[in-house]
């Protein structure tokens, strides 16, 4: 049984094989004739675009879709503005997760608390139930981190920048952001992916280029990106590069 036709017309196709175009009729997902509406064939359904212009859809040539993913499921910071806000954001979102994720946010800026105390790595602890957590600044140049994600990483204590309050810049922050990563579970990244992929189609996009390589993800992190490729969301196309990459064993 094939899906009912739809004729969208009184809109603005950009067609450059009939720039004059002003109607399309989809049937069965495809787009099955396009030209001005008054030659438009019959339809089980009409839209009228009132306008609207039409395009093919867009492909991003350059994403890093978990990051992206992250990013947008994350936990956002930049409306806090105290200490015990920030606090509570971090203790309700981390009710809604796994015991094993990691607590990703972003955003908090203290220039604009009236009381500039941060809390610290213990205060982050008791607020995420004794999950790593990973606030960064909105600078992106510094980050709260918990005492789990501290633990996870002891490295960081010799790194410039080193704070045991858990207010990590320079050096030591670059580590713990590289231990916060690492303990993504898979299930936070597939999740994460899938989130940063429908966002783009919302977008009108396509398909995607990822961009990878060992100093922004793993090759599991690629390879089961690729895995979901065109599964319900858009196509992607990976980039892995790599120096010599291709001379590895295996």
Do not use: K
């Amino acid at each position: 049984m094939t899906n009912p036709s739809t004729l969208y017309r009184g809109g603005v196709l950009h067609c450059p094989a009939d720039p004059s175009a002003t109607a399309l009729l989809v049937r069965d997902g495809r787009i099955a004739w396009l030209g001005a509406a008054a030659d438009a064939p019959a339809a089980d359904r009409v839209v009228d675009l009132d306008g609207a212009l039409v395009t093919p859809a867009f492909v991003d040539a350059h994403v890093h879709a978990t990051d992206t993913g992250l990013v947008l499921s994350g936990l956002d910071l930049s409306a806090v503005r105290s200490a015990g806000e920030l606090l509570d954001a971090v203790s309700a979102f981390a009710a809604g997760l796994p015991g094993d994720a990691v607590v990703l946010g972003h955003g908090w800026d203290e220039s604009y608390w009236s009381e500039r105390t941060l809390p610290d790595a213990a205060a982050l602890d008791r607020a995420a139930g004794g999950r790593r957590v990973y606030l960064s600044q909105a600078s992106i140049h510094s980050a709260l981190v918990s005492a789990a994600l501290l633990a996870a990483c002891p490295e960081a204590a010799a790194a410039p920048g080193y704070d045991p309050s858990g207010w990590l810049r320079r050096d030591a922050h670059h580590v713990v952001r590289a231990a916060a990563q690492g303990s993504v579970t898979r299930a936070q990244r597939v999740a994460a992916q899938r989130v940063a992929l429908r966002h783009a189609a919302s977008l009108g996009i396509a398909a995607v280029h990822e961009c990878g390589g060992p100093e922004i993800s793993d090759e599991d992190d690629f390879t089961g990106l690729l895995g979901i490729s065109g599964d319900g969301v858009p196509e992607v196309y990976g980039y892995w590069g790599e120096l010599l990459g291709a001379a590895r064993p295996g």
